[in-house]
């Protein structure tokens, strides 16, 4: 709100300037507030242009965490963005008789935007952040766990929380460099919750996500209504399959897909598909094959329960499987569960408990790897997977 409200004053004070300035009226407000490139549009595009630059820099991502030094950077490149990007979508528009008028506009909306929006920005950090520090962080000491896997099982306890997890770290952790000093006078830690990728990668990375699942089901609704048909002739029941997975940070969500299988066909133990799966209608294996089961699971990418690229989500029946083998699958709770990862390229479709471990321990790979590169890379080996007709 605060952003909103100081772009909107931004913006006004610079068709004050405009009409001070460069046509000397200190007067005659009425046309001070209609200048050539108009007022009301703009006093609307203006402040939503502003909020999602700041959205796309990562600043709304854990705000009362960064640095002042990093809040302070961030404002001031978000400010020239916003100005360079304001110029040319609406200012240059103007009429003025001197060009020269043109980067003294710029100039002026930048230092107003940056100042005006980096005030109220820095007052209210210094006034939350302490109250922050103090009630968002759980930290696991060592005398807690026995040994890893119950080190795993509090983690995966405290994910739901939503809270920062640490870690103190044994002297194997401080060798390997898995510890790190925030503060100086803090002492070593691992931060559980931590991401490789940084806030803006991350905003970046949902924003993509939005827009992407948006395009796709707006672009293939024929194909959604064509499918939709074909699995209603191929059997009885309902067209879209919902099913509870686990995802980001370990809460659960319901995924949907289209239905491949005879109606209720699992309706006790969940049950791994086998190859010739009796379960599965002639429509349902083309649409495995092709991985067109999975479309409507845009809808969870847009709602936000998962990524178009992340670790696959899991049942809960399966996790505590596969947590007998591999404890630290609670790692994954970090990051959204995706619609593709480089687990399912490299492992293909998991139809065992050792699979799964095997896919885990690539996904982790990914997720200390994270980057918007990689998930493009990631992509392009799925559409290749896809034409080829390799999925089940």
């Not at 046509?23 to 108009?38: N, Q, R, S, Y």
């Not at 402040?47 to 961030?74: A, D, I, N, W």
């Not at 947590?323 to 998991?350: H, M, N």
Request: contains cysteine; aromatic residues 12%; glycine residues 6%.
């Amino acid at each position: 709100m605060a952003d909103i409200l100081s772009a909107e004053l931004a913006w006004l004070c610079f068709l004050l300037f405009r009409w001070m300035v460069f046509e000397g009226k200190v007067f005659g407000l009425d046309t001070v507030l209609i200048p050539a490139f108009g007022f009301y549009l703009p006093l609307l595009i203006y402040p939503v242009g502003c909020v999602l630059v700041y959205y796309l820099s990562g600043y709304y991502l854990r705000p009362l965490e960064k640095r002042l030094s990093t809040e302070l950077v961030t404002t001031l490149v978000s400010a020239v963005v916003i100005a360079l990007g304001a110029f040319f979508v609406i200012i240059i528009d103007d009429k003025v008789a001197d060009y020269h008028n043109y980067l003294i506009s710029l100039f002026v909306l930048m230092v107003l935007q940056f100042v005006l929006s980096y005030l109220p920005r820095l007052c209210l950090t210094l006034a939350n952040r302490h109250h922050h520090r103090k009630n968002e962080v759980v930290v696991i000491s060592q005398e807690e766990c026995e040994d890893e896997v119950s080190l795993y099982r509090r983690i995966s306890e405290l994910y739901p929380t939503g809270k920062d997890i640490v870690v103190e770290p044994r002297l194997r952790d401080i060798l390997v460099g898995a510890a790190h000093i925030g503060e100086l006078t803090d002492n070593p830690q691992i931060r559980i919750t931590d991401h490789k990728m940084s806030d803006a990668g991350l905003c970046q990375k949902r924003a993509i996500d939005v827009v992407v699942s948006l395009l796709f089901m707006a672009v293939l609704s024929p194909v959604y209504i064509v499918i939709a048909l074909f699995v209603w002739c191929s059997s009885p029941g309902k067209v879209i399959y919902s099913q509870e997975r686990v995802g980001m940070h370990g809460m659960p969500f319901t995924i949907y897909k289209f239905r491949t299988t005879r109606e209720g066909a699992e309706a006790e133990t969940p049950q791994l598909t086998e190859d010739d799966d009796s379960r599965i209608t002639k429509v349902g294996y083309w649409l495995r094959r092709y991985r067109l089961d999975e479309l409507p699971q845009m809808w969870n990418v847009l709602k936000g329960d998962m990524s178009l690229v992340g670790p696959r989500p899991e049942r809960a029946y399966f996790i505590r499987q596969i947590e007998q083998k591999a404890p630290y699958y609670c790692l994954i709770y970090k990051i959204r569960p995706g619609l593709t990862s480089w687990g399912p390229i490299r492992v293909g479709y998991t139809d065992t408990i050792d699979k799964m471990v095997s896919r885990l321990n690539y996904d982790i790979v990914y997720m200390e790897n994270m980057s918007l590169k990689l998930d493009m890379k990631i992509l392009f080996y799925t559409i290749g997977v896809l034409l080829r007709g390799e999925g089940k």
